[in-house]
């Protein structure tokens, strides 16, 4: 190659480098922008939702106390009865003819008692002037005294067969709602039989047998001694019907089981509740939600910053120094509508990620938005215990 030629080339390829060591980098991406809640402490009500039964407040069972066939029914199957009322009746006509025969063997006993009275009172007289012997006396005198204790047995006799004759009138033994007859006119019954009449059950108010486990029962009196919580103002209680809706009416906590049911582990909680229109049937399935207490200083989360890692537990992401995005490790423990109250991890304003969460990674540098607060207010009215949430 022609010695100028190179020199021409090389001063080229100089110009060149020089013109690409002259452009500038290109800029780098700017921080991944995330949305930011600051927490805040308040006061909430603690709610938790058990399972339970409806239990009619009195039922009775319509049973014979005599055997018998019945003769007519007289109420009419769903409607409310009275205490007292008749229900059925049960054919007499034997009845009516033993009280007849006990009457008759007390007139008897009656007749009888007369004339070893005497017979005794006029032997007492003759023993004295030794006409009769005191053997004869004696015999006269327990003869008497087995007359009337004949009478008193006839009495008795008496008496069972008018109780007999009136169990054949089956009486309500409870006011309330009566459901079908399992008998019919006719129908032969009798005393101690496995099924009953009918079945009446008060209704107008109704119990809530509730099951709650023993380890809440503890979680929550260790809450209230260490201070964390204090004691609800009155066992207010609301149902949740199977369709989903919520009974109008509040109900109140009774009384709790005083020991623990060794096979579930569970405690039974009773509560009353109003049933004017009869919407609570007993045997229904509900779920009542119990104010159990009240967390002072509790920290609510939204659900949506809470996340969980590859083993399970709870994480969040908070901004941390110079806008890097910092995880925490969190515990759990119940649900506020659509927020957690946290109970370890995060304290009061804390800023808590909760926009922007996809493959953001700790330490990664964030453009934080305006920060939205969360207080335990906007939660209070649905603080429900969420089992496992730890």
């Not at 004949?150 to 309500?172: E, M, S, Y």
């Not at 806008?323 to 515990?331: P, S």
């Not at 109970?343 to 926009?355: A, N, R, S």
């Amino acid at each position: 190659m022609h010695k100028g030629t190179f020199i021409g080339l090389l001063a080229c390829a100089s110009a060149l480098a020089l013109s690409a060591c002259g452009e500038s980098p290109p800029p780098a991406p700017p921080p991944p922008a995330v949305g930011v809640v600051t927490l805040t402490t308040g006061s909430v009500p603690l709610i938790n939702e058990l399972p339970g039964r409806v239990v009619a407040l009195e039922t009775a069972e319509v049973r014979p106390q005599i055997s018998g066939v019945i003769r007519r029914r007289l109420f009419t199957e769903g409607g409310m009865v009275r205490a007292g009322q008749l229900l059925y009746e049960i054919e007499d006509a034997p009845y009516r003819a033993a009280l007849a025969q006990a009457q008759g063997s007390l007139a008897r006993a009656n007749a009888a008692i007369r004339s070893t009275a005497l017979q005794a009172q006029r032997y007492k007289d003759l023993v004295g002037v030794n006409a009769v012997s005191r053997q004869e006396y004696d015999d006269a005198d327990a003869t008497a005294q087995q007359a009337r204790a004949d009478v008193a047995a006839q009495r008795g006799a008496v008496q069972a067969a008018q109780v007999n004759q009136a169990f054949t009138r089956i009486k309500a033994p409870i006011s309330g709602r009566i459901g079908r007859s399992l008998f019919t006119p006719g129908a032969l019954v009798q005393a101690g039989q496995a099924d009953p009449l009918a079945m009446i059950q008060r209704s107008d108010s109704v119990y809530v047998d509730m099951t709650q486990s023993a380890a809440e029962i503890i979680d929550l009196k260790q809450a209230m001694k260490s201070g964390g919580v204090s004691e609800a103002d009155g066992a207010r209680i609301q149902l949740l019907l199977p369709n989903g809706s919520t009974y109008p009416i509040e109900g109140r906590l009774q009384f709790s089981e005083v020991s623990v049911d060794p096979t579930s582990g569970a405690v039974t909680l009773r509560a009353t509740f109003p049933n004017p229109d009869g919407m609570l049937l007993p045997g229904m399935y509900v779920r009542a939600k119990l104010v159990e207490g009240r967390q002072s200083q509790a920290i609510l989360a939204p659900q949506q910053g809470i996340t969980r890692d590859a083993r399970g537990r709870a994480t969040a992401m908070v901004i941390g120094k110079d806008n890097k995005a910092e995880m925490r490790e969190v515990q759990v423990s119940r649900a506020v509508d659509d927020k957690w109250i946290v109970t370890k991890g995060l304290k009061q304003g804390d800023k808590l990620i909760v926009e922007g969460l996809v493959n953001l990674r700790p330490g990664t540098v964030v453009r934080p938005g305006a920060p939205q607060q969360v207080t335990a207010a906007q939660g209070a009215p649905q603080a429900q215990k969420q089992g496992g949430a730890n």
